[in-house]
């Protein structure tokens, strides 16, 4: 099923034809009547069969208040402009449909913008419920829309008042200009002109929009002459967002801007999303290092290198003194900042190439590529050295760590192909519960 669409119109041919398209496509399809008053919330987007601009006022009150998307379908002989429709009642607006296909991929559309504007205030609340606020909206500027035509100039219907004192600042560009641009800067919206003539081209530089890194997540509309509406069912599912003809209101076209706009803004903020939840799936909260869940994936492939290389791996694995004591003599805080501070040290001190990750509560390892063991037991001494001198406000304590060793060396004669990565770890383990037994605030090298 390709998803729930509630129909709403009068009983006329274009409602019934509509109707049997999207059963053809097989969406499971309702229709009703204007006053219809049932559950709306059920469907994925609902489409209104429009005669009359007065029939926006025949809708109910449920429909009116739902945030359910809309496509008005504009049957013959409407009295009104698209422009009075979009925005005020729907998401997108079409004329009686001239080419089935077209009607279809504006359904979809549709209903893919709704779901990802559900999944980002999903997201935003859950954010919001777990203490990360909206970041704060400074001033915005102008969004540079590229308006590429096979001429020298910016069409003059675009130097009009409606378009040049709202959000957008249009720029023309021919086709060799825009891709220069892109060779150097992202874009956010490009609008295409174009002609019977020039239809197959506009085709395959949609398919390039999508492909180019800087122009991939890109709102990307046509405007095109009447005749050419024939490939409009081609290019919304080949990438593009939107299609509207030369003869449109320029109140309907900023509005289709607009919307693909920040449609594409939504996208851009899940993917965002997407990347803030993957450093939070590796990513220690507290100090801000990688996890035990990133630290095993990642010693599995520094240990694969090496082994390749015949090189050496390294691992220190390292355990505050006598943490919680600490904690219970100066509270959780206070142990927090001990926390914070211990990982700071270890980082700063540390090769860039050198992975330090919190497995633990007071547990830290730190990964070492391409490091013999005497330079090993060097940096384990001084991360003790410096890890002594931290401060800690109001404690008269000073910090000590305790550190555990291990090396394996895939170029040594004497190796054993039988040991894993995992090995590395257990060694280091021994190592650091042999430096505690010893007396903590010192280094000890795990020896088989």
Request: one cysteine or more; aromatic letters at 8%; proline letters at 4%.
């Amino acid at each position: 099923m390709s998803g729930k669409v509630l129909l709403i119109g009068s009983a006329t041919d274009t409602r019934t034809t509509l109707a049997q398209r999207l059963c053809d496509a097989l969406f499971d399809v309702s229709e009703q009547a204007f006053y219809y008053t049932g559950a709306v919330d059920l469907f994925d987007c609902v489409i209104v069969v429009i005669q009359r601009i007065g029939d926006i006022d025949r809708l109910g009150t449920n429909f009116k208040t739902s945030q359910l998307p809309c496509l008005a379908v504009l049957d013959h002989g409407f009295d009104g402009k698209p422009g009075a429709v979009l925005g005020r009642l729907a998401q997108d607006v079409l004329p009686s449909p001239r080419v089935p296909s077209e009607f279809l991929a504006r359904v979809r559309g549709l209903i893919r913008r709704n779901t990802a504007q559900r999944e980002l205030d999903r997201r935003a609340n859950l954010n919001r419920a777990i203490g990360f606020n909206d970041p704060a909206q400074g001033f915005v500027a102008q969004t540079p829309v590229h308006v590429v035509t096979s001429g020298t100039t910016l069409p003059a219907f675009f130097k009009s008042t409606g378009f040049r004192d709202g959000p957008f600042r249009f720029v023309h560009q021919s086709l060799d200009q825009l891709r220069s641009k892109l060779t150097r800067h992202p874009i956010s919206v490009v609008v295409l002109c174009y002609d019977k003539n020039s239809a197959a081209m506009m085709t395959n530089l949609v398919l390039d929009l999508r492909a180019h890194p800087n122009s991939r997540y890109a709102a990307i509309l046509c405007w095109s002459d009447c005749d050419t509406r024939t490939n409009a069912a081609t290019l919304l599912d080949m990438g593009a967002d939107d299609l509207f003809d030369w003869d449109s209101d320029p109140d309907e076209i900023l509005s289709r801007i607009d919307l693909h706009h920040q449609s594409q803004k939504i996208n851009d903020a899940l993917r965002q999303s997407n990347q803030l939840g993957l450093s939070a799936a590796i990513t220690d909260p507290l100090t801000g290092l990688f996890n035990r869940r990133y630290a095993m994936g990642h010693l599995d492939d520094v240990c694969t290198i090496a082994q390749s290389k015949g090189s050496s791996v390294a691992a220190l694995m390292i355990d505050i003194d006598h943490f919680k004591d600490f904690n219970d003599a100066h509270g959780h805080f206070v142990g927090d900042q001990v926390l914070v501070a211990v990982a700071n040290t270890l980082q700063s001190t540390v090769r860039a190439s050198d992975m330090v990750a919190r497995i633990g509560g007071e547990e830290f390892v730190v990964i070492l590529p391409d490091l013999k063991a005497r330079d090993a037991q060097n940096l384990a001494q001084r991360l003790c050295d410096r890890v002594r001198k931290i401060p800690i406000d109001g404690t008269a304590r000073g910090i000590t760590i305790s550190v555990g060793i291990s090396l394996m060396d895939y170029g040594a004669p004497i190796f054993t192909h039988g040991t894993t990565e995992r090995d590395l770890l257990i060694w280091a383990d021994r190592a650091l519960y042999q430096a505690k037994d010893n007396g903590r605030d010192q280094v000890s090298y795990y020896r088989a």
